[in-house]
């Protein structure tokens, strides 16, 4: 699977920000998906997770009735609506693919593929 993230940008606090993730080279709705964040000097966490069904999500507690994660099956893309952003959301974040198991982890070795990263800087 290719992953092609996209939508990041600099961004005052309280706004708001959608992004993409592109998704190809496998049948769309059979993995699960999430988008993890980094920020300098942390460890990579699992931010939202959604499953080959749209039926499950998870949300990490610091983003719950900020953000939302959506997938649409026709255009094989990803999305992480970010609203109410806060300088501690700034970050590289991530789209990955899990193909088997649960629908999320928060172990990223579990996850098979990854994209390339968005910088998402949120100024206060």
């Known amino acids: 699977v290719q992953l092609q993230a996209s939508g990041g940008g600099l961004v005052q606090a309280g706004g708001s920000l959608r992004l993409s993730c592109a998704a190809s080279?496998?049948?769309?709705?059979?993995?699960?998906m999430g988008w993890f964040r980094q920020a300098p000097g942390k460890e990579r966490e699992l931010v939202a997770a959604?499953?080959?069904?749209?039926?499950?999500?998870y949300y990490t507690n610091s983003v719950k009735d900020r953000f939302t994660i959506s997938r649409d099956y026709a255009k094989n893309t990803l999305y992480l609506q970010m609203n109410s952003l806060k300088p501690e959301d700034t970050a590289v974040y991530y789209c990955?693919?899990?193909?088997?198991?649960?629908?999320?982890?928060?172990?990223?070795?579990?996850?098979?593929?990854w994209g390339q990263g968005t910088q998402v800087t949120v100024s206060s």
């Open positions: 990955a693919v899990k193909l088997g198991g649960s629908y999320y982890s928060q172990d990223r070795n579990e996850y098979d593929f």
């Open positions: 959604i499953s080959r069904s749209v039926v499950s999500t």
């Open positions: 080279g496998r049948t769309f709705s059979s993995y699960h």
